[in-house]
């Protein structure tokens, strides 16, 4: 079981970046994947997730702005951010579990990948 994430970088607030994580080992389709992430200083959290049934959950400090989503055929999952701000720089990471009762509560997963870092400047 795998998961590489891509796509971080340095944008300027109001920007957009689309965060891939590329999978193998396992379907995507069939756990809930998820997007976290780690500020320099502060707990990882919850960003956004999806389940195998299609349903998505997001942390409120994203919800209009990111959207999570998956590419089956590509066994890849997504997160694309919009109108990103300041407090969007940190490491973000894409993680698997399987019946995850709390889709943005880091502790449920049980495989991740090395991260991203994603970097928004003012």
């Known amino acids: 079981v795998q998961l590489v994430e891509s796509g971080g970088g340095s944008v300027q607030a109001g920007g957009s970046l689309r965060l891939s994580c590329a999978a193998s080992?396992?379907?995507?389709?069939?756990?809930?994947m998820g997007w976290l992430r780690q500020a320099p200083g502060k707990e990882r959290e919850g960003v956004a997730s999806?389940?195998?049934?299609?349903?998505?959950t997001y942390a409120d400090s994203v919800k209009g702005r990111f959207t999570i989503f998956k590419d089956n055929a590509k066994n890849t999952l997504y997160l694309q951010m919009n109108s990103l701000t300041p407090e969007d720089t940190a490491m973000y990471y894409c993680?698997?579990?399987?019946?995850?009762?709390?889709?943005?509560?880091?502790?449920?997963?049980?495989?991740w990948g090395q991260g991203t870092q994603v970097t928004v400047s003012s």
């Open positions: 993680a698997a579990g399987y019946r995850v009762p709390e889709p943005l509560d880091q502790r449920h997963y049980t495989s």
């Open positions: 080992g396992y379907a995507v389709s069939s756990y809930c």
């Open positions: 999806t389940d195998s049934d299609g349903s998505t």
